[in-house]
């Protein structure tokens, strides 16, 4: 989008003319608080061939993987619901959703919801009816909150890559002990990949910020997702699903590949590292995730400790728009 | 469902006089100027009361220059002006109000793409991502951003309403690029969505939502080829649409433009007695107002 490359542009612009005034190129561009890095990250990629009941065995294998510390705690599940097309991928699929509900309250959660935020479709009855997550929800009896359209609260940002100072985020997550990101294993024709990092663009309230979030576009869509999730004061972790992907002209028109794969991790910037190289990326190519890899997170392959099926059993050749060839050249 | 629509209203007002989106949520402008404006239109001492309630939430958080904010969390004035304004001129309170709230949108310029997108558009069109007229000039939903379909749509509206009480050829000019900006978005078979037609060369789909808001704002051009291929749109994709906000728009939308109502009226009722609009107070307000003759509040 020309909004995306002008302000894009721009913005490399302004940072390179103040990098050479203060003679210190790539300078940090985030506050203390919001460096998540661990010296080394666990990601585990666990085979699933089908949507179906078998996956919430899936689930919860992946999550006893990291040992996470669940009685008690309220968990936010946050899928990737963009718009409803009968014909296509676009979404995270219901019966993931339901399997992680059903998974993260066996690991002994108390609270278990769902959020999501579309980016672009307002009429939430019809998303949520007509992909099937609203047959999920009443069957788990899971509660489901519109995060566009939740109570928000302003929040300083964690890095300064917008220079928007300030982002209002919703309550629901903000008061939520664990925050899981579910996006589709999908490329995106602005940002490259779409994962669990550019899944967070759904925490922001249309509300406040409009469908489409047009200003987070003006601010850079690289540096917007830097700056979300470096704000995010709440505990991650990230199951991708890549049972079918998208490739091509993802995150809505593309086709459907199969992968036959779910990536779990506790540091999203090395899930979403990994699974870029499942879908045959490099993901140092991809600039936010380059950038996250400064402080958010872990993308170089050393220091990524993979586990489950070797990346090499279920990585598959993702076409991308010819604009990102560039992104696999690595292979 | 009248009946009980207007319960549901007014049972979840919340304290301070506004509504949420949900029962619970904290008062909102957008939410609380639709549902004051669907009660407002109602004989009833208990809707009267609630929608009086409402219009002092509205008056209470105008800011000085006009604007309204999202909601009382938030500082900005914003796209939500266009309700509040549009709320308060149909149901004839505080007129003052609602003309210095629609000044202060005829004072808000959008965001454009620049004069490099302004070049290309004119020269090479085929090289820009999205096909758009990028010098049009409608409403955004935020300060320094660019025009979208829906926040247009609202203002186109609001300042219809107040024409006489808005004279100026500042204000006809604005209307009419907007107008031009919102035809310019139309997807290529009919309808539209937030704002973007083609992405990359691919067309994008049409929102039956966005679709029914859009022709209520296009309503006094009725007989543009435009206006009826995404009226002929806006069927297609109702019969793969059943939620309460787009039957709601869409029954609004036909109201205005003479057709019978009744069936629409009829698969609102079905719809909110199966899952109640999954509690979404705007679906609810809006499919009062699409029940009780609402479409005369966006005669334009």
């Known amino acids: 989008m020309r909004l995306d490359r002008r302000a894009f542009l721009a913005g490399a612009l302004a940072a390179g003319a103040i990098s050479t005034a203060h003679g210190c190129v790539n300078a940090p561009r985030w506050e203390r608080r919001a460096v998540r890095q661990p010296s080394r990250s666990r990601v585990a990629i666990l085979s699933a061939g089908a949507y179906d009941g078998r996956l919430v065995d899936v689930v919860l294998r992946g999550l006893r993987l990291f040992g996470l510390a669940l009685t008690a705690k309220r968990v936010v599940l946050k899928p990737n619901f963009v718009e409803h097309d009968p014909n296509g991928v676009v979404n995270t699929h219901p019966a993931l959703v339901a399997a992680a509900i059903e998974a993260f309250r066996r690991a002994g959660a108390r609270h278990v919801v769902v959020a999501e935020g579309p980016g672009h479709y307002r009429d939430t009855e019809h998303l949520l009816t007509a992909t099937g997550l609203h047959a999920v929800l009443r069957e788990h009896r899971t509660r489901y909150v519109d995060l566009n359209n939740d109570n928000a609260r302003p929040l300083r940002l964690g890095s300064h890559y917008t220079g928007l100072g300030h982002l209002y985020l919703p309550e629901t997550l903000l008061e939520a002990d664990l925050l899981v990101s579910m996006p589709k294993l999908k490329t995106h024709h602005w940002a490259g990949v779409t994962l669990s990092l550019k899944n967070m663009f759904g925490c922001i309230p249309g509300a406040i910020y409009g469908w489409p979030k047009n200003v987070l576009h003006w601010a850079g869509i690289h540096e917007s997702i830097l700056d979300i999730n470096s704000t995010l004061p709440v505990p991650r972790f990230a199951i991708v699903d890549g049972i079918v992907g998208m490739e091509g002209n993802g995150p809505i028109q593309g086709e459907a590949r199969r992968c036959g794969a779910l990536v779990f991790g506790d540091d999203p910037v090395a899930v979403d590292a990994t699974a870029a190289r499942l879908m045959t990326i490099d993901p140092r190519k991809i600039r936010y995730l380059e950038e996250a890899g400064r402080f958010l997170g872990n993308i170089v392959e050393e220091r990524i400790d993979q586990v489950g099926e070797p990346i090499d059993r279920l990585r598959q050749d993702f076409r991308v728009l010819p604009r990102f060839s560039a992104l696999k050249s690595f292979v | ?300």
């Open chain 2, 1 to 300: 469902m009248t009946r009980s629509g207007e319960e549901q209203l007014v049972a979840s007002q919340n304290r301070d006089g506004g509504w949420g989106a949900q029962e619970g949520r904290a008062s909102s402008t957008e939410i609380t100027a639709l549902a004051t404006l669907a009660l407002g239109r109602l004989d009833t001492p208990a809707a009267r009361a609630s929608a009086t309630h409402g219009v002092r939430w509205l008056a209470a958080r105008q800011h000085d220059d006009g604007g309204w904010p999202v909601s009382a969390r938030v500082d900005e004035g914003s796209w939500a002006t266009a309700l509040a304004v549009l709320a308060l001129n149909a149901l004839g309170h505080e007129p003052a109000r609602a003309v210095r709230g629609a000044r202060w949108l005829v004072r808000r310029v959008p965001r454009t793409l620049g004069m490099a997108s302004s070049l290309l558009h004119r020269f090479a069109p085929s090289s820009l991502a999205v096909r758009l007229d990028p010098d049009l000039k409608g409403w955004a939903w935020t300060a320094d951003a660019a025009s979208f379909v829906e926040p247009t749509c609202y203002v186109l509206l609001a300042l219809k309403g107040l024409r006489r009480q808005l004279q100026g050829a500042a204000v006809a000019e604005r209307i009419d690029e907007a107008e031009r900006m919102v035809y310019d978005r139309m997807c290529r078979d009919g309808g539209w969505n937030y704002g973007n037609s083609t992405v990359l060369e691919a067309e994008l789909w049409p929102y039956a939502d966005v679709t029914a808001l859009a022709l209520l704002a296009l309503a006094d051009h009725p007989g543009r080829e435009a206006n009826q291929r995404s009226l002929r749109a806006l069927r297609g994709m109702l019969q793969r649409v059943d939620s309460g906000l787009s039957v709601a728009w869409a029954t609004l939308c036909f109201a205005a433009y003479g057709e019978d109502p009744a069936p629409w009226r009829r698969r609102l009722v079905e719809r909110y007695a199966q899952n109640g609009f999954l509690g979404e107070t705007r679906a609810v307000a809006l499919a009062l107002l699409a029940l009780t003759g609402g479409a005369e509040v966006f005669r334009t």
